[in-house]
């Protein structure tokens, strides 16, 4: 439950998490308008998450260890689903969910250079469509 709980912090403090529009839509849309629309901007949203895991890895976090200091990072995988639901309000008529795994690598060396998973994290994040955007 840790985990999860330092993965939300992160994710509360990320910059990602600003209003991302590289798919806006019309209001009214229909639901294969929203849903091309979702994915689009999904595509988009996981292009940033995996930018921000190269990020990390040129520049692991350092941790002491039980013998010596410990590199580790993370890291989403390539693969993504997307769910679209109509909620019948006009204001916000679609929520979109996008699910992914996020891996945790921990290195044997400071440059990460020599690394393994050590865990996979199942992330879901919900967005609403409003005026046309999709927001976190």
Same mark, same amino acid.
Request: net charge negative.
């Given at each position: 439950?840790? !985990?999860?709980?330092?993965?939300?912090?992160?994710?509360?403090?990320?910059?990602?998490?600003?209003?991302?529009?590289?798919?806006?839509?019309?209001?009214?849309?229909?639901?294969? !308008?929203?849903?091309?629309?979702?994915?689009?901007?999904?595509?988009?949203?996981?292009?940033?998450?995996?930018?921000?895991?190269?990020?990390?890895?040129?520049?692991?976090?350092?941790?002491?260890?039980?013998?010596?200091?410990?590199?580790?990072?993370?890291?989403?995988?390539?693969?993504?689903?997307?769910?679209?639901?109509?909620?019948?309000?006009? !204001?916000?008529?679609?929520?979109?969910?996008?699910?992914?795994?996020?891996?945790?690598?921990?290195?044997?060396?400071?440059?990460?250079?020599?690394?393994?998973?050590?865990?996979?994290?199942?992330?879901?994040?919900?967005?609403?469509?409003?005026?046309?955007?999709?927001?976190?």
């Amino acid at each position: 439950m840790r !985990g999860f709980a330092t993965l939300f912090a992160v994710l509360l403090a990320a910059p990602l998490l600003a209003v991302a529009d590289p798919a806006s839509l019309d209001p009214d849309a229909t639901p294969t !308008g929203a849903q091309a629309s979702f994915e689009a901007f999904a595509r988009d949203w996981m292009a940033h998450v995996q930018e921000r895991g190269e990020r990390e890895r040129s520049n692991p976090r350092l941790s002491p260890g039980a013998r010596e200091i410990v590199a580790t990072y993370r890291e989403a995988g390539p693969d993504f689903e997307t769910q679209l639901e109509a909620t019948g309000r006009p !204001g916000t008529p679609y929520v979109g969910v996008l699910r992914y795994t996020e891996n945790v690598y921990t290195c044997s060396d400071l440059h990460a250079t020599d690394c393994h998973a050590v865990s996979a994290l199942p992330v879901t994040e919900v967005f609403r469509l409003r005026d046309g955007r999709w927001v976190y």
